[in-house]
């Protein structure tokens, strides 16, 4: 795995100097992100339909999807989508011998790609770096996309309620990367990048726009410090 040693450019960009590193950057700055793993992973294999289709929107490199595939197998058939092109390459590159996982572009502000309904939609770590006017409209699309009795799995950052509490998370997330070999500098120099590009939204708010989504069952799966997941659930119509 190669080590993330700090992200250099004035502003964030999913570029291969992110790619060479995000699966070291996420296991040193995602609280429990072992956990976080595992929780999509079982999530989505209990609502996966056999001959259905699980599509991951923000595939990156490929790691949420990998172990859906590796227990499912040619069950179903697997669909990633990404804007960033380095992304796109390591996750051709980690199912090219794959033929039932199709990896292609696609940037999400121009709504769903075209593909045949779907038992399972991933949003991990996605959904925070979409700008905020188009994501109503994103999840209202996925829901219609969703097989009746389809989930959505999303993995946000996520604010406080509370100012000094969102504070003291903050803070204490910060620790976390430092423990984790982050320099200050390094803290700082990303979270100045990300300014304006990552921008995470109040759990209630999360909540809020996957129920204006018309998502019936909406429930909290997953919550480490600053970071947060849901499953959304279209039920079946009555």
């Known amino acids: 795995?190669?080590?993330?040693?700090?992200?250099?450019?004035?502003?964030?960009?999913?570029?291969?100097?992110?790619?060479?590193?995000?699966?070291?950057?996420?296991?040193?700055s995602?609280?429990?992100?072992?956990?976080?793993?595992?929780?999509?992973?079982?999530?989505?294999?209990?609502?996966?339909?056999?001959?259905?289709?699980?599509?991951?929107l923000g595939v990156s490199r490929g790691d949420a999807i990998a172990p859906i595939v590796e227990q499912c197998q040619e069950n179903n058939t697997y669909r990633?989508?990404?804007?960033?092109?380095?992304?796109?390459?390591?996750?051709?590159?980690?199912?090219?011998?794959?033929?039932?996982?199709?990896?292609?572009?696609?940037?999400?502000?121009?709504?769903?790609?075209?593909?045949?309904?779907?038992?399972?939609?991933?949003?991990?770590?996605t959904l925070m770096f979409v700008p905020t006017e188009y994501r109503q409209r994103l999840l209202s699309d996925i829901y219609e996309r969703l097989e009746d009795g389809g989930a959505l799995i999303i993995i946000e950052k996520v604010l406080a309620d509370d100012t000094s509490l969102n504070t003291r998370l903050g803070e204490m997330y910060y620790?976390?990367?430092?423990?984790?070999?982050?320099?200050?500098?390094?803290?700082?120099?990303?979270r100045l990048a990300l300014e304006?590009?990552?921008?995470?939204?109040?759990?209630?708010?999360?909540?809020?726009?996957?129920?204006?989504?018309?998502f019936e069952?909406?429930?909290c799966i997953w919550r480490y410090l600053n970071f947060a997941g849901w499953v959304a659930v279209k039920c079946p119509t009555k």
Not at 9 to 23: I, L, M
Not at 176 to 189: E, P, Q, T, V
């Open 30 to 56: 995602i609280p429990g992100y072992r956990s976080m793993r595992e929780v999509v992973t079982r999530t989505a294999v209990k609502y996966a339909r056999r001959n259905g289709t699980i599509t991951d």
């Open 175 to 190: 620790d976390l990367k430092r423990d984790n070999g982050y320099s200050d500098a390094m803290i700082d120099r990303k």
């Open 196 to 214: 304006g590009i990552l921008v995470p939204l109040r759990s209630s708010e999360n909540e809020r726009i996957l129920r204006a989504a018309k």
């Open 80 to 125: 990633g989508f990404d804007i960033s092109e380095p992304m796109l390459t390591a996750a051709r590159e980690t199912f090219r011998a794959t033929p039932y996982v199709h990896i292609d572009g696609h940037d999400l502000r121009d709504g769903l790609p075209d593909t045949e309904p779907w038992s399972v939609a991933l949003l991990v770590l």
């Open 1 to 28: 795995m190669t080590q993330d040693t700090g992200y250099t450019a004035p502003k964030w960009v999913f570029d291969s100097e992110v790619a060479n590193v995000f699966p070291n950057m996420l296991e040193r």
């Open 217 to 219: 069952a909406v429930e």
